[in-house]
């Protein structure tokens, strides 16, 4: 059984035939208020509840946390939509004058650059650096599937 809050940890093998003779069940545990996926497991069914208390259950399914959710109203596994990040350019000078607009950001997502955390606007974002050498901005915003646009500076 897995019970853990890193999405590359919460999928686990099948059980064997000794656990489900034991009455081990499949479930996907997941916020009901947004339908992000808390584990994805195998457990005896009396303990589903507390394992997870307050959590949404789903019987007898496995979900990928990075790739699917459970839609709050509708209590259905989804995909995650895939958000689609345009830079003007992916390549500036590190000038700090020099910049790059990228599109595609929801308002309300969280972008990480260089360690820090900004929220956006829903209004495209430009970046511009200083610092030579690769830049990734993460963005997250559920229940999109994280993203990162890459911007090399010269």
């Known amino acids: 059984m897995t019970n853990s809050s890193n999405p590359s940890d919460a999928v686990t093998a099948p059980p064997s035939d000794e656990e489900i003779a034991a009455g081990m069940r499949r479930y996907v545990a997941y916020a009901p208020d947004t339908g992000r996926v808390i584990a994805s497991a195998y457990c005896p069914a009396d303990l589903m ?5 307050g959590a949404g259950l789903l019987l007898d ?3 990928d ?6 839609d709050p109203v ?3 596994p989804r995909a995650r939509p895939v ?5 003007s350019r992916n390549r500036i000078k590190a000038d700090g ?12 997502a969280i972008i990480i ?9 829903g209004a495209a974002v430009t970046y511009s650096t200083t610092q030579p050498g690769q830049h990734a901005l993460r ?8 993203a990162t646009v890459t911007i090399h500076a010269d």
Do not use: N
């Not at 509840?49 to 208390?53: A, R, S």
């Open 113 to 121: 650059v260089r360690g820090e955390t900004f929220e956006a606007d």
């Open 61 to 63: 399914d496995q979900l």
């Open 49 to 53: 509840h507390t394992l997870h208390p």
């Open 139 to 146: 963005v997250l915003a559920f229940p999109y599937q994280d």
């Open 97 to 108: 004058a020099d910049e790059t607009t990228i599109t595609g950001i929801p308002a309300g």
């Open 83 to 87: 958000l689609i990040l345009v830079a």
């Open 65 to 70: 946390p990075l790739t699917e959710y459970v």
């Open 74 to 76: 509708t209590k259905q």
